[in-house]
Nanobody, 121 residues
Framework: QVQLVESGGGLVQAGGSLRLSCAASGRTFGIHAMGWFRQAPGKEREFVAT???????????DYVDSVKGRFTISRDNAKNTVYLQMNTLSPEDTAVYYC???????????WGQGTQVTVSS
């Protein structure tokens, strides 16, 4: 099992930035994808970004259209940590953000508890 701990959420004004972190521990050897999802009040959880890899560093990334050009997902292999840099935030980005990990971008087996991101207008 993999433990995921998110941090970095908070309250920010529209146009501002936040960086979320997700630290993985435990049985991480089988993890080749980590992603960020979000759930706004009254809405279903939606995919935000993913990073996948087969070797020790780097990775292939993908994003939902609504965040392309504003959000960047990256990882630090040495720290088993994935980041989500969020720029030019808007109130529509307000949600609980969840980190997920799994063997591929289509199979996430472990989830974090979530971190709240609130963007004020």
């Amino acid at each position: 099992q993999v433990q995921l701990v998110e941090s970095g959420g908070g309250l920010v004004q529209a146009g501002g930035s936040l960086r979320l972190s997700c630290a993985a521990s435990g049985r991480t050897f089988g993890i080749h994808a980590m992603g960020w999802f979000r759930q706004a009040p009254g809405k279903e959880r939606e995919f935000v970004a993913t990073i996948t890899w087969s070797g020790g560093s780097g990775g292939s990334t993908d994003y939902v259209d609504s965040v392309k050009g504003r959000f960047t997902i990256s990882r630090d292999n040495a720290k088993n940590t994935v980041y989500l840099q969020m720029n030019t935030l808007s109130p529509e980005d307000t949600a609980v953000y969840y980190c997920a990990a799994g063997p591929s971008r289509y199979v996430y087996t472990d989830w974090g508890q979530g971190t709240q991101v609130t963007v004020s207008s």
